[in-house]
Each structure stands twice: as structure tokens, then as C-alpha cells.
């Protein structure tokens, strides 16, 4: 194995999805091997300055004009030709084409073309679209959890998302298209962002596909733990509806404490209505978000949905700053309740917990999750020796 192809749909730091995808493409880079990065929307960071990088240097589909979301959003045949072309400089025998997101740009289209030419495929399921045609198994406008079987009856009869029956009658297009190309079944190797996310997502995958769970990296450096804590509880994501992040604003006014949004997304002006006090710094770079980490009183993890890992938790525990989660949520795995950090159910036991969470508490909190990870972190070291592993097991 000599050449690596990173393929997501984004190339900026604009969620842990594409944080994942640029750190493992510049760390395996390093290593001397020849790693290329294929994206769906324009190179927006520099740390791809030194890898060769194509982009189809489109918008998300979620955002694109009306014309545009009809001619791709169920299958970009351009992206498919233009990925094909790109491929004719690389061979199948020693490549491996790593996929990370294709949905929202790329779309099936990029994978048919990798595989009808005999190409190594892996894919990290960081969200769960490859089963769920709206990607979270979320009903929106209910906000909550759905349980119907994906592509069912049941399924294609509920409006579950945040823009009506036209994006959903276009997103059960899209995903009854992957279904009937069997697009998972191209994959020769799947990779689990968590033990959790594999429980919901494994009973709709083929019983014979190899996988393996592999943790997201945070990183190989070992800090002091932080002295730094302030009163601030601070998340860090997408501000999407399904992330939680107005009834964390409404639940920091309710219990008299700060709140503070690293990112962005439409929930935006949701939630200065109801906290207008709440800070909001838009998306940071890396090494900025580390230092508003260290400076908080916790990392909260809101989400509504089922969210698949949680990096701005570990990012967070590996610092010294324990982290505050949503049981619906997989970042669970990392924090011990009462221990490491805290356990909640709902807006109203979140106050309670934003309200009794002293400077004292957080740190005694955040020391004993400090100490634990490092016990064995989730290193990039860690992270890309398991990522080889299962490249080698491909050939």
C-alpha cells in the first residue's frame, strides 16, 4: 500500500466530521505515505496546504440553489466523472480510498465510480446516513428520537425534517437510491466512530461486512492539566436543531450561568431569543477552540439526537475540563457519571446540573478525567496505527 485517498465532503474545520478527515490526511501524510484529499466543497484551512488536494468546489447541498439540489442532491454524476478522472493516476493495488462523507456534496455517485474500478474502499460512518435517508434518526419537527425501521412504510410516511415534505421526499429519494445500489455493500471495510453508534446502525448492515471501531484522535500532546477554568460552559459544533443547543442556552439563563457557542448553523438567532447574553464566537481555528476549552467550566454535549462521538468531549477530558452530556449521546462512553463528569436527561435536570456545577466540583471532576484518559489516550498515534492496520487488511 502506497497512496491514500481522503474523500469527504468538506475541506474546512467546520465539524468533527472534517476535523477527523484533514488530521488523519496530514498525519498519514507524515508518514510517508502519498496521501491525496477529494473534496465536495472549496478547500477552506491550510493544514491542506501540503497535501495535494482536488475539490469540486461546490455548496452544500443544504445550501445550494434550488437548481443545483435538483440536478445532485440524489446523485452527482459530475462528481462521479471528475473523481474517475482523478482516479486514472493511481492504481488499485496499492491504494486505498478512505471515505468520510459523500452525502451532502459527493454523493453515491463518487463511490460507484471507485469501486467499478477496483479500488479498496473504507468508510468511517460518522453520522448514521448510510441507513437513515435524514442522517440522524431525529424527527424534527417533534424533536425526537425516531425509531421507524429507515425506508419503511412507516419511514417514508413521516416528515422528519427541518425543511418540510420537499426535503424529505428528496432525502428518502436519495437514500432509496443508495438502498437500491447497495452503495454500503462497496465498502470493503466499515469503521465505527463508537461502540454506540455501532449498536443502532449495525441491524441495518450486511452481517458479513468487516468492521472495526475505531475512536476518534484528539491528539498526541500531553498538556498540564488546565488551571485555567472559568464560569463559562461552552459547546463546541454545528448549532443545528437536533445538537440541543437553544434548550442548552434556555437552561444556562434558567440557572444563572454563562454559555458560550464555538460554530455555527441556523439555530443561530434561536438562541440569542432566548438568551440574549449567550456568546457566540462563530467557528474558530484548532488551536483557538483548545484555549476556550481550557478556559471553561465544562464542555456541554446537548444533543437530542443520537450523536455518534462527541470530539469537543474528549478534546475536553483530555484537559482537564469535564465534560456535561445528554444520555441520548455516545460521548456517554467517555464520561463517567459523577466521577468524571455528568450524566442528564432532559432541559430541566440540565439546569439542575449548570446550577450545582461549582469551580471546585469541575475541577476535582475534570482532574479525575484528566488522569484517566491519559492512562490510554486517543492519540492521532493511536488512532492512524489502527487505520493502517485495516488498510493492510484489504490487500
Known sequence: MRNIIIVCDGAGPTGGTERVAITTAVGLQKRGYNVAYFAGEPIATPELDAIRTVSMDQADAYHASKAEVLKRFVW???AGARFGKFLEEFAPSDTVIHVHAFRRVLSGAVIKEAKRRGFKLVFTLHDFGVVCPNTTFYIAPQNKICTLKPLSTACNACQCTHRGWPMKLMQTARGANLARKKVVNDFDHLIYVSEFSRRIIEPFIPA??????????????????????????????????????????????????????????????????VNPEAVLTGWLSHAEVQTKIRQSRAVVMPSLWYETAGLAVIEAIAQGVPAIVSRTCASTEYVEHGVTGVHYQGEKEL??????????????????????????????????????QVYQSLF
Not at 500532546?221 to 442548552?248: M, N
Not at 475541577?363 to 493511536?382: M, V
Request: aromatic residues 8%; charged residues 25%; glycine residues 8%.
Open 351 to 388: 439546569t439542575a446540573v449548570l446550577s450545582a456545577m461549582t469551580e471546585e466540583q469541575a475541577q476535582l471532576l475534570g482532574t479525575e478525567a484528566y488522569n484517566r484518559y491519559w492512562q490510554d489516550p486517543l492519540s492521532t498515534k493511536k488512532h492512524l496505527d489502527q487505520l493502517v
Open 76 to 78: 452527482n454524476t459530475e
Open 208 to 273: 458479513d461486512k468487516p468492521a472495526t471501531t475505531i475512536y476518534n484522535p484528539v491528539s498526541n500532546d500531553k498538556q498540564d492539566v488546565t488551571t485555567d477554568q472559568g464560569a463559562a460552559f461552552t459547546y463546541v459544533g454545528r448549532l443545528s436543531q437536533e445538537k440541543g443547543v437553544v434548550g442548552f442556552a434556555r437552561a444556562a439563563k434558567a440557572a444563572g450561568v454563562t454559555c458560550q457557542f464555538i460554530g455555527d448553523g441556523p439555530e443561530r438567532e434561536a438562541i440569542l431569543e
